[in-house]
């Protein structure tokens, strides 16, 4: 039996206040599967939604539990899902599910995983089996898959393609190894911090460019060869990428904007960029085959995400861990919460 509370991180997104509260342990409805948290990945849009950048579209009420990088144990099958699942079964869980039309994000419009329990739609777990630890997979759902989303997907990434990733963070240190994956070459890795730099070499980048150094344009093009990028990833989310990633791009070059900075977004060469036909595509998330393609691709041995987590902290200490985030503290790739 589980305690009737439990420990949880709740944001109220009218005040911006965010603290661990005791609150009930929920109860899974019809359809509904409650997991046992074994780890739950701090991710930079949790930092954006505590400073009120990002704010909840379907949020019922005020208050929200983050977390939305969640893996752990099947603990209640809820009515109608007990031929689906079994107490004790190792799952990782989707970020996101269509609901009447909408797209609803786990520890953004319901009740996330910085928490004890959390409650979710059967269709929403993905087996895990035994091979991959809880900490690794918590940050497949996102860290791993939103990359995956937007270069399996978004940007179709070809093989021989030259790609451009800004922001070596939790996305992007991880885009740089799927891109190797997928054999885009040159991969030109972009970080204004230097451990940033020095970890895309290590997972596979072929280049790290500082977006500050005023050799930057010219150090892309040699490193394309004088084309410039087939496709430029923004996994930053600031403002200045956007611009320096536009101006980097080739001809019908696409650039796909993963950061979430919430401000306009300008195109100063206009008249370039419609005589180059370059594109600039939107990407959320990712499709509901990319997680169970990352386990798979993990247990066949073709992902490794042993590098990836640079620290495990009590669920307790979250605050801790978001104002490491958000400070760089110890150059984080994911911190990872355990309760
Ligand atoms: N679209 C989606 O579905 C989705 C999903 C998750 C996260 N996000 C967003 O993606 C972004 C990255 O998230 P994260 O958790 O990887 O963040 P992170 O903090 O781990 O990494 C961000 C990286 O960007 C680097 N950076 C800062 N300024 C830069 C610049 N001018 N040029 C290049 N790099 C720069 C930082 O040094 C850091 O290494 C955030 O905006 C987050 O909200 C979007």
């Known amino acids: 039996m589980s305690a009737a509370t439990m420990m949880a991180g709740r944001l109220n997104v009218e005040t911006g206040t965010f603290a661990m509260a005791e609150v009930p342990v929920p109860e899974p409805g019809p359809g509904f599967v409650r997991v046992k948290v074994e780890a739950a990945g701090v991710c930079l849009s949790d930092v954006h939604l505590i400073q009120g950048l990002l704010k909840p579209k379907f949020l019922q009420g005020n208050e929200v539990t983050l977390g939305h990088e969640v893996a752990g144990t099947v603990d209640l099958a809820g009515p109608g899902t007990e031929h689906r699942v079994s107490p004790g079964d190792r799952v990782v869980i989707q970020a996101g599910y269509e609901h009447n039309g909408v797209t609803l994000t786990m520890g953004v419009d319901y009740d996330g995983g910085w928490a ?11 087996p895990l089996g035994e091979e991959i630890p809880f900490d690794q997979a918590a940050i497949i759902p ?14 179709d990434v070809r093989a021989g393609e030259a790609v451009g990733v800004w922001g070596i963070g939790g996305l992007g240190a991880h885009g740089v190894q799927l891109l190797r ?6 991969i030109v890795a972009v970080d204004p911090i230097p451990e940033a730099r020095q ?3 290590d997972f596979g980048a072929d280049v790290a460019l500082d977006p500050l150094d005023p050799g930057f344009a010219a150090a892309l093009k040699t490193a394309t060869g004088g084309r410039g990028l087939d496709v430029a990833l923004d996994f930053a989310g600031v403002d200045a990428v956007r611009a320096q990633a536009l101006a980097s791009l080739a001809v019908r070059g696409r650039l796909v904007l993963v950061g979430l900075s919430g401000t306009p977004l ?5 008249t370039g960029f419609s005589y180059a036909r370059r594109q600039i595509l939107g990407h959320y998330g990712s499709e509901a085959q990319h997680v169970p393609q990352l386990v798979d691709l993990t247990r066949l041995g073709r992902l490794d995400f042993a590098r990836s987590v640079s620290g495990r902290l009590p669920l307790a200490d979250a605050e801790k861990a978001v104002m490491a985030l958000d400070r760089k503290e110890g150059n984080p790739i994911r911190l990872v919460l355990i309760p």
């Open 116 to 126: 004890e329990y959390v409650c979710v739609p059967a269709g929403v777990l993905v």
């Open 142 to 155: 996102d860290a791993v898959s939103t990359p995956w989303g937007a270069i399996a997907g978004t940007a």
């Open 181 to 186: 994956m997928v054999g885009a070459a040159p």
């Open 199 to 201: 970890r895309a070499l």
């Open 266 to 270: 300008t195109i100063a060469d206009s």
